[in-house]
């Protein structure tokens, strides 16, 4: 199989890649093999959307279980034993313009000193006619362990989140049902639409109305549980304690 490879310390996983028959290539491939972390698998995606991605974690910046070291999931990948996972993506529109993201798309202020005021509508309907904050974005249900988590100390398994950065009002985060549309009205500006790790930005002035939805566009990616392991993430922050009856394995 011909596969593009990107991410970081390449050299440690080319001899991996040669010995399970996959060939490396800038064009015509199949598969796109990411090597690092989650901005890999998210900047893979942006460059190469539709293609299918199989990242693997770089041994060298964050430690792996036994479990899931790379020439074992390179193995599982060719045996065919990894899963595919297809994630749908958000979409983020103004001005004729879209951007769209694995993660999440927000919405910020421009100038740290001053915050973003904006107006909320779901659906068409008002939900709050102001709000002050530094941003609010749309996360995905992959996205909910990331810049959303941080922000509402939540998870979520279903539909798609709507979240407000540092309010000062008191605004309730929403856990919408997958059709919604979300309309963003910058009141005092301006704001600054981003989505994921992306260096795209779109400057929305005061009066600017943002749409965040999810897309019909998916992410396709093999072995994406694994990835996300949490035996591989604990080794990567070993202060933290396990759940009870949770061992790590070396």
């Not at 290539?25 to 998210?42: I, P, W, Y």
């Amino acid at each position: 199989m011909k596969i593009k490879l990107v991410g970081k310390n390449l050299e440690d996983i080319r001899p991996l890649l040669a010995a399970n028959g996959l060939e490396e290539c800038d064009c015509g491939f199949e598969l796109v093999v990411t090597h690092g972390g989650d901005g890999a698998l998210l900047g893979a995606e942006r460059d190469f959307p539709g293609v299918p991605k199989l990242p693997l974690r770089d041994a060298a910046t964050a430690p792996l279980c036994s479990l899931h070291k790379s020439e074992l999931r390179l193995a599982g990948f060719v045996a065919g034993a990894l899963p595919l996972t297809r994630l749908r993506k958000l979409e983020g529109g103004y001005g004729g313009e879209k951007v769209h993201a694995v993660n999440d798309v927000f919405l910020h202020n421009v100038d740290h000193a001053s915050a973003l005021r904006y107006r909320v509508r779901i659906d068409g309907v008002l939900y709050a006619n102001e709000v002050v904050g530094d941003g609010v974005g749309l996360a995905s249900v992959h996205g909910s362990s990331a810049y959303y988590r941080s922000i509402t100390h939540s998870l979520f398994r279903v539909g798609i989140g709507l979240a407000f950065s540092n309010s000062t009002e008191e605004v309730n985060h929403l856990v919408l049902e997958e059709s919604s549309q979300v309309e963003i009205e910058v009141v005092r500006g301006p704001g600054l639409l981003i989505a994921d790790n992306s260096p795209l930005r779109l400057t929305v002035p005061e009066g600017g109305v943002v749409t965040l939805r999810q897309s019909s566009c998916e992410a396709l990616v093999y072995g994406l549980a694994d990835f996300m392991c949490p035996r591989c993430r604990l080794l990567r922050h070993p202060n933290k304690l396990p759940f009870a009856g949770f061992k790590v394995l070396e």
